[in-house]
């Protein structure tokens, strides 16, 4: 028995799907993340994108395999709470084990499960605020997502190394697009491997990230969308180009203690997803900037915001876009300037 990770999962197109050369056996562990609520549409309203799923995205979440589900995301509250409890309900009775949350019964931050050798597994699964989630650090009034930075995760990393077992911190966080980790997702990955996480698996950047290893354990920074068909946006309706439709998943075989790539291309056109063992050349390339010392690192990423920094406002200085320009822009691009010039932490 395999637990395999995969990236982003946000359905809204029709019709069935085909996997070609899909590595997922019966028996498997598959857990994604549902970004968005379910039954409801998706919308550009006041400056923000509301995320909705079909109905559809259930029967093809079956098809596809997975078995747990991730609702610790920035857009399980885009249609208030009710949507959000509506979502929980309708994965639950769908057959999905539904983690990442708290409510009126408690906390439900993970799940655990045993290896055929008899080995104690649990999964954390979280969302680090600052992605525009409502989480449980806030307040614990209603369904609230559970927290990145909060102390019980860390505390629960601890007392599992404590008693053998082995922890996964699948974690909501970071920029969207940005190909390389900020300095807070590589400071916080090393808070959960100090504390005992094994597996360090992120998602919500929508594309590839590089993976690095410290000391025994695995980080994997972002997943990228293993599915994430088009959605209403400021320009319209969105076709993500093909950066948005390649995507990592992992298969953590806990007993072997080894970990399997694989690719998967999604085609909303032909309606498949086309899985790989080749992951690629540019996989490691993001990657190999982790190699670099933490001032190597900082020098490199300031570079890269840099970068990140000056496309942006190119892109909307262009005189078709400049008349669009309003706060919401002038904060996303203050707050890239300040993670420019912020200090590295
Ligand atoms: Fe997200």
């Not at 290893?213 to 990228?224: I, M």
């Not at 669009?324 to 002038?330: A, I, M």
Request: hydrophobic residues 40%; positive net charge; charged residues 25%.
């Amino acid at each position: 028995m395999k637990a395999w990770f995969i990236g982003d999962f946000s359905v809204r197109g029709e019709g069935d799907l085909s996997l070609l050369d899909s590595p997922f056996a019966p028996g498997d562990i598959v857990i994604g993340n549902y970004e968005g609520v379910v039954n409801e549409v998706s919308k550009f309203e006041k400056n923000k994108v509301y995320l909705g799923q079909g109905l559809n995205s259930l029967t093809l979440a079956k098809r596809v395999g997975v078995t747990h589900f991730g609702v610790a995301n920035n857009h399980v509250h885009d249609y208030g709470e009710r949507a959000f409890e509506s979502l929980v309900n309708a994965l639950k009775a769908s057959g999905f084990e539904v983690v990442g949350f708290r409510d009126k019964s408690g906390s439900h931050s993970s799940v655990t499960f045993r290896t055929a050798a008899g080995r104690e597994v649990e999964v954390f699964f979280v969302v680090e605020a600052e992605t525009g989630a409502v989480t449980d650090l806030v307040s614990q009034d209603g369904v609230r997502c559970c927290d990145a930075e909060s102390e019980e995760l860390l505390g629960a990393l601890a007392k599992n190394r404590k008693h053998g077992v082995t922890s996964v911190v699948y974690v909501h966080w970071g920029e969207t697009n940005y190909r390389y980790p900020s300095w807070k997702m590589r400071r916080l990955a090393n808070e959960y491997v100090l504390r005992g996480a094994r597996y360090v698996v992120g998602h919500h950047a929508h594309v590839v990230q590089g993976c690095e290893k410290k000391g025994s354990s695995d980080v994997f920074y972002s997943l990228g969308n293993f599915i994430f068909d088009e959605y209403a946006s400021r320009k319209g309706v969105l076709r993500l180009p093909d950066e948005n439709r390649d995507s990592l998943v992992i298969g953590v075989d806990f007993d072997q203690n080894s970990v399997e790539l694989v690719r998967a291309v999604y085609d909303p056109v032909r309606r498949e997803i086309r899985f790989s063992r080749d992951v690629g050349f540019l996989f490691r390339l993001y990657s190999y900037p982790l190699r670099f010392d933490s001032k190597g690192y900082s020098v490199f990423i300031r570079f890269y915001f840099a970068f990140r920094l000056a496309k942006r406002a190119v892109y909307w200085l262009h005189p078709a876009r400049i008349r669009q320009v309003g706060p919401r822009q002038f904060g996303a691009l203050s707050a890239m300037l300040i993670k420019l010039i912020g200090r590295n932490k």
